[in-house]
């Protein structure tokens, strides 16, 4: 790496050569991320840290003349004493010692500029590493219609380093960032630093250098203090809160419905145009009944987390979040959770995948790891095929409650009930044991309520869609292959074999024994192992088995089922995929965000010996009433 | 305002009511709890405001250096004030 800008015989040569590599830390709430992303843009891509939950963000500046420069945002930190995974990944980094990461040639510290007192703290550690260090006083629009005040040239020769006053979210003061994340600089000129591991003199320290750069405190932000007399309102609060629960619901499972259903009908229509395209051969019917369809299964469901997430999006960089995991912590904290752990429990009713990812937003690894560990209990769409099939099957329509509340409404929201009982049972049963919390360790911050914008939202419904489709589709794609395999092999005459004939069928025969005292025969046994892919697969599967339409409202179906399956079966059976973790999408999500086997493997393991235990209690209890 | 002590125990952060203030004294919570609090800004001496919170009183708001924190009843219980100093404005 040289000073050659402008030098046209570097360029030209093109030789490889390490980028430079530029980090930025911050605490949480500094807007970090805000001017990561006005640094790089669309350049960036996230990964997990080997073996912790910490997301590891780098992306690429393109600064003038064409060079690249790499960033990494690191996790929010409030020190760099290593305490949290965060914070040991943070030091990690920074020293160099974190593997497949290079040390960083300089480092970017972002403050919060209306908060100062607080943040300068971090600036103490950082500056002691003895890196190339630039300050950014962020939010500086905030400090200066709030009266607030800062001298950044007389902070700079305080702290020895460079300090930039800007604003990452109106792109203002940006100009000597671009400068420094460009150019080498030298190491922090050595200035006085307080006892780093003792966090009342690097309080004080904080403050005395406020002091001599003229620091002057932004008067309280009005607007937040306004706008929380009504979202914390006593009675108010609760009451806007539960409209926000209502529209995201509303959201999932009524607007997203014609985009759903656009999708579906795209792909179907796409796959018979292929279809015509190709000649009969089993190559046709892998691609079609296999590729196709499977990902196809899970891409109609993209609409649904495209829409979560936006909102998602919306309460999170507004600042509502925080009201609302306060508003929700009580009745969490009953289980064992937090407040946070709500909004992600709500997103598992559309789907356990995007709930995974919107645990992100809980910083406590033990809360977030149990928040994971039940959000496949909560009753996601993909439960709804089944549920309608079965239950249109084996319950007739009668009026329970006068026209209110009908036999088959009841018996669905008795399903939502035994998965919600579940999933907070489960919650109550690992909280108070191998993931219990720390006391007292439930901290909130409150920030400040802004405006979110469409650049920052729009980047999260990349990020979120590309892990999405990236992880599921993967997954589905090779479960459905190997799914058409099983079905369609060994073939009879160059044509796939009846389904009782091919390997599915001889697995599904294999497993019988073991399913018989859920009341279920092989059929089921192959419809349980085609919905591994996704749980709604089982309801095609059964279709093909009988020979009939293979749609949840499909009579011919429903008819083959009363034929095959017991009453107590058919409980059995719905209680089976209340619990079951039929879902390799959520199993390769689970693996990505708590960074390794182990999570995933327990979560199958448990949720399959509760569903296994709960249908056959299940198949027992209905069968003696009936008798 | 006055927060009303109960005179048996320190008063901590849950004596004070809506906007009452008081000036932290100590945490009596362990090590690693106490640093991540003070370097939210609950340093011994610092002045702290009880602000709005959730319906029913928990977790309540506090105001301190400059930015608002949410904490449980059962941490601001640790959260011991300096006797002399409580009060209001």
């Known amino acids: 790496m040289g000073h050659c800008d402008g030098c046209p015989a570097a360029r030209a040569l093109e030789v490889p050569r390490a980028t430079r590599t530029i980090a930025l830390i911050g605490p949480p709430n500094s ?49 760099l004493t290593p305490r949290s995974e965060d914070e040991q990944v943070a030091r990690d980094v920074l020293e160099g010692r974190m593997p497949g990461s290079p040390r960083p040639d300089a480092v970017l510290l972002i403050l919060d500029s209306t908060n100062l007192g607080r943040h300068l703290m971090l600036a103490a550690p950082v500056l002691a590493l003895g890196l190339p260090t630039m300050i950014v006083l962020n939010m500086a629009d905030d400090l200066r219609a709030r009266g607030g005040e800062v001298d950044a040239e ?9 300090v930039a006053l800007a604003s990452a979210m109106r792109g203002e003061g940006l100009e000597p960032v671009f400068r420094f994340v460009a150019e080498h600089s030298a190491p922090p000129a050595p200035v006085e630093l307080p006892v780093l591991h003792d966090v009342p003199k690097c309080r004080a320290w904080a403050a005395r250098m406020g002091k001599r750069a003229q620091y002057q405190p932004p008067a309280p932000p009005v607007w937040t203090r306004r706008l929380d007399a009504v979202f914390l ?13 209502v529209t995201v619901f509303q959201a999932m499972f009524s607007w997203a419905r014609p985009m759903m259903n656009m999708v579906q ?31 196809g ?16 999006g919306i309460l999170e960089d507004s600042g509502y979040l925080a009201r609302a995991a306060l508003i929700a912590d009580r009745t969490m904290a009953r289980v064992g959770l937090q407040g946070k752990s709500f909004i992600p429990l709500l997103s598992a009713y559309a789907c356990a995948v995007p709930a995974i990812l919107a645990t992100r937003t809980i910083e406590n690894k033990r809360d977030r790891i149990a928040t994971i560990l039940i959000a496949p209990l909560m ?8 549920y309608t099939l079965i239950i249109a099957a084996f319950l007739p329509e009668r009026p329970l409650f006068g026209p209110l509340l009908g036999t088959r409404a009841a018996a669905m929201l008795g399903l939502y009930l035994l998965g919600f009982l579940a999933a907070f049972g489960t919650a109550r049963v690992l909280k108070s044991s191998i993931l219990k919390s720390e006391p007292a360790s439930f901290v909130l911050e409150m920030p400040p309520y802004r405006r979110p914008t469409l650049e920052s939202l729009g980047l999260r419904l990349l990020d979120r869609s590309k892990v ?16 058409w395999v099983l079905a369609h092999v060994p073939m009879i005459h160059g044509a796939a074999p009846p389904i009782e004939q091919s390997v599915a069928g001889t697995i599904g025969r294999a497993v019988e024994p073991v399913i018989r005292p859920l009341g279920f025969n092989w059929k089921i046994g192959v419809g349980l192992i085609t919905s591994v892919a996704a749980r709604e697969v089982i309801v095609s599967t059964l279709g093909t088995i009988y020979g009939m339409e293979p749609d949840a409202k499909s009579l011919g179906l429903q008819q083959a089922l009363r034929h095959d399956l017991t009453l107590g079966g058919a409980a059995a059976l719905l209680v089976f995929f209340a619990f079951a973790m039929q879902c390799m999408s959520t199993v390769a999500v689970v693996r990505r965000e708590t960074g390794g086997w182990k999570w995933p493997l327990v979560q199958f393991a448990y949720m399959t010996a509760l569903a296994y235990a709960g249908a056959f209690a299940a198949n027992h209890i209905v069968m003696k009433l009936v008798a | 305002m006055q927060p009303s002590f109960n005179c048996r125990r320190p008063a901590s952060l849950i004596d004070l009511g809506a906007g009452e203030q008081g000036i932290l004294d100590r945490i009596e919570l362990p090590e690693e709890i106490s640093r991540r609090l003070m370097e ?4 011994p001496g610092s002045r702290i405001t009880a602000a709005l919170s959730a319906p029913g009183g928990d977790p309540r708001v506090f105001r301190v250096d400059g930015s608002e924190i949410a904490l449980r009843r059962e941490t601001a219980l640790h959260l011991k004030l300096r006797p002399e100093a409580a009060g209001g404005d």
């Open chain 1, 31 to 79: 807007g970090k991320t805000t001017l990561f992303n006005r640094l790089t843009g669309l350049r960036q891509k996230v990964a997990n840290y080997p073996g912790v939950t910490v997301e590891q963000h780098v992306g690429q500046a393109r600064l003038d003349g064409g060079r690249e420069v790499t960033l990494v945002d690191l996790p929010g930190v409030y020190s």
């Open chain 1, 154 to 162: 007389a902070l700079s020769r305080q702290l020895g380093a460079p």
């Open chain 1, 233 to 245: 309102h006593p009675v108010f609060g609760p009451l806007i809160f539960a409209a926000v629960v």
């Open chain 1, 265 to 295: 009908a795209f792909v179907a229509w796409s796959g018979a145009q292929v279809a015509a395209l190709l000649p009969a051969s089993p190559l046709r019917s892998l691609f079609i009944d296999g590729v196709w369809n499977g990902v």
């Open chain 1, 297 to 312: 299964a899970v891409l109609v469901f993209l609409p649904q987390i495209l829409l979560l997430f936006l909102f998602i």
């Open chain 1, 379 to 386: 009753t996601c769409s993909a439960r709804l095929p089944v």
């Open chain 1, 468 to 483: 999405f489709l990236r992880r599921a589709g993967t997954v589905i794609l090779g479960v459905a292959v190997a799914l």
């Open chain 2, 40 to 43: 939210l800004g609950f340093v």
